[in-house]
């Protein structure tokens, strides 16, 4: 168990929208760890993540606390919001191509997170901007930064918002089902990117996701969510080695070959597939 204070602390957080869906769950996110929140469609897990940034339906009733290194979010107007919405919590959501302007370059939409929070303009935002398209491995950043996202495969899309997510080095970041759209070898490398940033920027992770398989390569810890409550939690190789609750069970069991061990940390880091083969795979089928 991590000692420190929690870059994020959700507690006793409740939620509805016309009637109750999240029944007082409570996380704790550490910088430089992956926690998963897991479940079926429903559960409330998204619902849980967009709590964070105040981005839930105006008609929802939210009860309880969510704390930033101790400031108080739910609750927060929305100018003290947008200061905080990019720049200390970012959110990569799961279709890039929903997330990114389509009339928009790229090069645009990264640097104006960069002008709003961070003042930066011109040759300065330029040079940032490529270098957060070499940190997420998008090829030939510089020439990237003139074309539109419908000139992009899906996994280099998804790339790019997550590039637009770590503009303004934010503290947390939520990803939810980051990797439900895409091919499954270009799944394993937007994880391995996932798992890279989170160890090399300290970042504190949300990943959102029904899918356990997902959770094994990179989660630290993970939480099982059912009906609006989280019915179990625990480390990454304690849950899959020895689940205790069982919908967790139902959920392992559904997995191909019906059972998933964890995988070890280093194995994260080995490659699928060259990066070049799985884009121009993923270029091919589109």
Do not use: W
Not at 117 to 129: E, W
């Amino acid at each position: 168990m991590n000692a420190t204070a929690p870059a994020l602390r959700i507690s006793d957080l409740t939620i509805a929208i016309g009637r109750p869906l999240v029944h007082g769950i409570s996380l704790d996110l550490h910088a430089g760890r992956i926690h998963g929140l897991a479940g079926e469609s429903g559960s409330g897990k998204t619902l849980t993540s967009l709590a964070v940034l105040g981005l839930l339906p105006r008609t929802a009733r939210t009860g309880g606390s969510i704390t930033l290194a101790g400031e108080e979010l739910l609750g927060l107007r929305r100018r003290s919001l947008n200061r905080i919405r990019g720049k200390r919590v970012a959110m990569v959501f799961q279709d890039p191509s929903a997330s990114l302007h389509p009339q928009l370059p790229v090069g645009r939409q990264l640097t104006d997170h960069m002008r709003v929070h961070l003042g930066l303009r011109g040759a300065a935002a330029k040079a940032r901007a490529i270098e957060l398209l070499e940190t997420v491995q998008v090829p030939n950043p510089e020439g990237a930064l003139s074309r539109y996202p419908h000139q992009f495969s899906g996994g280099q899309r998804q790339r790019i918002a997550i590039a637009c997510a770590l503009a303004c080095d934010p503290e947390v970041l939520l990803a939810d089902e980051p990797t439900t759209a895409l091919d499954v070898t270009v799944q394993a490398g937007i994880l391995r990117l996932l798992r890279d940033l989170a160890t090399e920027r300290n970042l504190a992770v949300l990943l959102v996701t029904h899918d356990l398989g997902v959770m094994s390569a990179i989660a630290d810890e993970v939480a099982v969510m059912k009906n609006g409550e989280i019915v179990e939690r625990a480390d990454r190789e304690t849950l899959f080695r020895d689940p205790q609750h069982e919908y967790t069970r139902i959920l392992l069991a559904a997995l191909p070959g019906s059972r998933i061990e964890a995988v070890p940390d280093a194995a994260v880091g080995d490659p699928v597939a060259p990066a070049e083969e799985t884009e121009e795979k993923e270029d091919a089928d589109e």
